[in-house]
């Protein structure tokens, strides 16, 4: 009999996940919206899976990110009911933290940061083969710039729809610095990502100091701009 691998027993789980929490949405139509990078995201990666294995951590991080977008997409981001929740335990979440405002979204951007920056890092390293310092400044680069060109998705999704949907899938809350706040806070998680995956590297890697101050040096003398351009039409 086949065993299946650890990546495939998540995908599997994640269907499940998406396929209950596709069952009447609060807000369809912001459903619909939140979903279109979701599909794209999973389509990616099964399609890429043969040409590039990321590591199971990888797929991990991948799974529980998305798990959390799936659940934030049904109920739409502000109105997650995680007070209903916690009140059956016992306790309150808002009151133990002294939050004012739905704060499900804001984990959800601090989370984007901490679990991704990690599968960013692989791709740098095993495709882009970078080293040292630029293994740990360039994904927390991509973090931050997929985090600010989602906010200007959500900012062209509200213009183009307007309304109860554009105001939705805007999540604002009423908060006139929403969209750096949410920054700021995936800048936060990939920070905390990097730093500790350069710790443990540091710990485990003789060469940890070596790679990172070679990674820094100038590997080529030759500056580019108009140098480089006469540089070319002289070999033409």
């Known amino acids: 009999m086949r065993r299946f691998e650890l990546r495939t027993w998540l995908f599997l789980a994640f269907l499940v996940w998406w396929g209950v929490f596709a069952w009447k949405p609060w807000f369809p139509s912001d459903w619909l919206l939140e979903n279109v990078l979701t599909v794209l995201a999973v389509a990616a990666l099964v399609l890429t899976r043969e040409r590039f294995r ?7 991080l991948i799974a ?7 659940l934030g997409a049904h109920y739409t981001y502000s109105k997650v009911p995680y007070e209903e929740w916690s009140a059956k335990l016992g306790f309150s979440i808002d009151e133990l933290f002294g939050f004012e405002r739905n704060q499900f979204d804001r984990l959800v951007h601090f989370l984007f940061g901490l679990l991704l ?9 095993r495709i882009v083969d970078v080293r040292g310092f630029w293994g740990y400044y360039l994904p927390l680069d991509v973090v ?4 600010m060109l989602y906010e200007l998705i959500e900012w062209l999704v509200a213009l183009l729809f307007g309304g109860e949907l554009g105001t939705a899938y805007l999540g604002t809350q009423g ?3 929403d969209a750096q706040k949410d920054m700021a806070l995936a800048t936060l998680g990939g920070v905390i990502a990097m730093t500790v995956v350069a710790l443990v590297n540091r710990h485990y890697q003789r060469d940890f100091g070596a790679e990172f101050a070679h990674s820094l040096r100038v590997k080529d003398g030759k500056p580019l701009g108009e140098a480089r351009l006469r540089e070319h039409r002289r070999r033409k």
């Open 175 to 177: 908060d006139e610095w």
């Open 117 to 125: 920056a990690y599968p960013a890092r692989e791709i740098f390293l």
């Open 144 to 147: 931050m710039s997929i985090s």
């Open 64 to 70: 529980v990110y998305l798990a959390l977008h799936t």
């Open 54 to 60: 990321f590591s199971n951590l990888s797929y991990v």
